[in-house]
T-cell receptor
Framework: QKEVEQNSGPLSVPEGAIASLNCTYS??????FFWYRQYSGKSPELIMF????GDKEDGRFTAQLNKASQYVSLLIRDSQPSDSATYLC????????????FGTGTQLKVEL | GAVVSQHPSRVICKSGTSVKIECRSL??????MFWYRQFPKQSLMLMAT?????????EQGVEKDKFLINHASLTLSTLTVTSAHPEDSSFYIC???????????FGEGSRLTVL
């Protein structure tokens, strides 16, 4: 079982819709969770991080964490074509040290 | 925010040669940096943790003699791919732990092509 799993997609949504990206992780002791956006040929950029169960909102983005289910998600409201990218879920596994384990990423396509 | 810069952004080399990639934290000191490798359509795979003033810690399966890491100062870590082969062609990305929140800041990445 992979430590961090994501559906590779592509996930296609129309412009203005809500995009829902999901991620599961295997290490129950993980404490920190991150969502990164990566455009083709570029390095990842941090969108959000979440440490506590529940929802965390930042503009059009909402991260949701459920530690009991070992599940973290990212919602993007009012999706724009510029949101088209690969979204990487990253988990700081037990032991921390800022070492992140990344999922394979979900490709999001926002269509006009 | 904190800035991490990588150089070169692209490099093409012949098989058997060595290539050095630099990772610099421009406006903060980074005692810890990380090196990742990303193959096309795959995720970032952590190669090693670079610690200023001490030996790097390599992840399982990463050859330390092939991927030499030096972190001689608080703002610079280098990755040298020795005796490069075509299978080493990849996107190499570094990150540094930021000064306050512990957030990771990523460099722009370096695309290595070995002919």
């Amino acid at each position: 079982q992979k430590e961090v799993e994501q559906n590779s997609g592509p996930l296609s949504v129309p412009e203005g819709a809500i995009a829902s990206l999901n991620c599961t992780y295997s290490d129950r002791g993980s404490q920190s969770f991150f969502w990164y956006r990566q455009y083709s040929g570029k390095s990842p950029e941090l969108i959000m991080f979440i440490y506590s169960n529940g929802d965390k909102e930042d503009g059009r983005f909402t991260a949701q964490l459920n530690k009991a289910s070992q599940y973290v998600s990212l919602l993007i409201r009012d999706s724009q074509p510029s949101d088209s990218a690969t979204y990487l879920c990253a988990v700081e596994l037990t032991g921390g040290g800022n070492k992140l384990t990344f999922g394979t990423g979900t490709q999001l396509k926002v269509e006009l | 925010g904190a800035v991490v810069s990588q150089h070169p952004s692209r490099v093409i080399c012949k098989s058997g040669t060595s290539v050095k990639i630099e990772c610099r934290s421009l406006d903060f000191q980074a005692t810890t940096m990380f090196w990742y490798r990303q193959f096309p359509k795959q995720s970032l795979m952590l190669m090693a943790t670079s610690n200023e003033g001490s030996k790097a810690t390599y992840e399982q399966g990463v050859e330390k003699d092939k991927f030499l890491i030096n972190h001689a100062s608080l703002t610079l870590s280098t990755l040298t791919v020795t005796s490069a082969h075509p299978e080493d062609s990849s996107f190499y990305i570094c990150s540094a732990v930021g000064p306050n929140t512990g957030e990771l800041f990523f460099g722009e990445g370096s695309r290595l092509t070995v002919l």
